[in-house]
T-cell receptor, first 115, second 112 residues
């Protein structure tokens, strides 16, 4: 069963507008969430993260929102730029308890920002 | 350095041959993780290490896959008797005392 789901395989947004990427999870043990950006033929690059004790974290143009009751998080990119075009992965891990710290990934959302 | 170095970038093996992949984690990072990316986007966890000790190997196909992280050497992932289905990009990541995971650029293994 897939514990981290990104239900939109792709998203197209006009340059300058907001991009919203969504992620749902099922495992209640997850307490730390990360977003990665990936270009073809490169490794995932860390973007932003959020702990389960928070509901929002902001870093420049990137904001991640966490709704624990809904087991949902979203990444907002404002304003979107053509260089943001990439595949975005949501990932989750469980730090507390006897976790193994491995990241569980969603299948990614391909973002295309149209100039 | 502040990057995870994976070698080689590309590896081609005939079915049944051995493949060995290497990963040098960021200095000072105690945790190393190996992932297999198949079907373009799906990341499958294979194994993790805490220093030289196996931390979690629940994702490892036991029969043909093995991995090591020895002191003062790059970590390695070895596949004995490769199969066509082993064709994938293999990523290594390391994690330090903070919560950041840094990924290498991957090794693309093609089994022909």
């Amino acid at each position: 069963d897939q514990q981290v789901k990104q239900n939109s395989p792709s998203l197209s947004v006009q340059e300058g507008r907001i991009s919203i990427l969504n992620c749902d999870y099922t495992n209640s043990m997850f307490d730390y969430f990360l977003w990665y950006k990936k270009y073809p033929a490169e490794g995932p690059t860390f973007l932003i993260s959020i702990s389960s004790i928070k509901d929002k974290n902001e870093d420049g143009r990137f904001t991640v929102f966490l709704n624990k009751s809904a087991k949902h998080l979203s990444l907002h990119i404002v304003p979107s730029q053509p260089g943001d075009s990439a595949v975005y992965f949501c990932a989750a891990t469980a730090y507390s308890g006897a976790g193994s710290y491995q990241l569980t990934f969603g299948k990614g959302t391909k973002l295309s920002v149209i100039p | 350095g502040e990057e995870v170095a994976q070698t080689p970038k590309h590896l081609v093996r005939g079915e049944g041959q051995k493949a060995k992949l290497y990963c040098a984690p960021i200095k000072g990072h105690s945790y190393v993780f190996w992932y297999q990316q198949v079907l373009k986007n799906e990341f499958k966890f294979l194994i993790s290490f805490q220093n030289e000790n196996v931390f979690d190997e629940t994702g490892m196909p036991k029969e043909r896959f093995s991995a090591k992280c020895l002191p003062n050497s790059p970590c390695s992932l070895e596949i004995q008797a490769t199969k066509l289905e082993d064709s994938a990009v293999y990523f290594c990541a390391s994690r330090g005392s903070n919560y950041g995971y840094t990924f290498g650029s991957g090794t693309r293994l093609t089994v022909v």
